[in-house]
């Protein structure tokens, strides 16, 4: 393929010229509005999951997340910026936490569980939705009923795709009996209080484990919520299928 390339002229004291490949600006460019787009996916997924923290604690009759301004979908008030980045490096992150009083819950142990449960289960629910989306565009775009174009089918596959994996990994690994992870909270109200400390004495030394791990090779979170993604994705496109 032949190479485009322009001539720019910049204003300097001996009239230097610069020749610039016009393809490899194009390139820099399109990997930028990917990597910008991985960002948005990214601050969707913590917003819809911190949300539905703030929201459950609420109706559970905590007003502490009221008071903290978190009963709402504005991203800036859910995301954390460190766990945005650490979301678009490696397909997990984490968002800023509700702050809450379980003492003012009308029923304290379900009220922990359900607030607990809730979070990941606001994320499948998304993964849900988006698996459906993503089916009907792929199944039109191969009919040849939808016609995107180029740049524009890649982004908003991209989007999608993100939106999913990132709603996925973020609720499976929220599981993890761990603190500050959402299974924290749920395996702590089901175990005894005199138990708890013997199972969770070395969590910080866990959690640091993981966080490096995940860090380090992405590709065994992906391993973990892979089954579960392609039976709500396969799940997905034969029920659209038969619709369409």
């Known amino acids: 393929m032949r190479v485009r390339k322009i001539l720019i002229l910049f204003v300097l004291p001996a009239g230097w010229q610069m020749e610039v490949d016009v393809d490899f600006l194009l ?13 948005i996916a990214g601050i969707i997924v913590v917003a819809v999951h911190e949300s539905a923290h703030a ?3 609420w109706k ?3 007003n502490l997340p009221r008071f903290g301004r978190r009963l709402s979908l504005n991203p800036l008030r859910h995301v954390d910026f460190v766990g ?3 979301m678009v490096q490696t397909g997990f992150g984490w968002g800023k936490p509700v702050q809450t009083s379980p003492k003012n819950y009308k ?3 379900k009220g922990i569980i359900l607030n607990g449960i809730s979070g990941p289960l606001a994320n499948i629910l998304l993964a849900t939705l988006i698996a459906f989306i993503l089916a009907f565009v792929e199944i039109r775009v191969e009919q040849g009923k939808l016609l ?8 908003l596959l991209t989007f999608l795709k993100d939106l999913f994996i990132f709603s996925l990994n973020l609720a499976l690994v929220s599981l993890i009996p761990m603190k500050p992870f959402d299974g924290f909270m749920i395996w702590g109200g089901l175990i005894p209080p005199k138990n708890q400390f013997k199972i969770f004495q070395f969590q910080g030394i866990m959690l640091a484990v993981f966080l490096l791990v995940i860090l380090i090779a992405p590709e065994i979170l992906t391993s973990i919520t892979r089954p579960l993604g392609g039976l709500i994705e ?3 496109r034969g029920i659209v299928s038969l619709m369409i």
């Open 27 to 39: 390139k820099i460019g399109n990997g930028l509005a990917l990597l910008g787009i991985s960002f």
């Open 55 to 57: 929201f459950t604690s």
């Open 60 to 62: 559970m009759g905590d």
């Open 84 to 86: 945005l980045l650490f």
């Open 107 to 109: 029923d304290k142990k």
């Open 148 to 155: 995107l174009g180029g740049y524009t089918e890649i982004y």
């Open 234 to 236: 396969l799940s997905a």
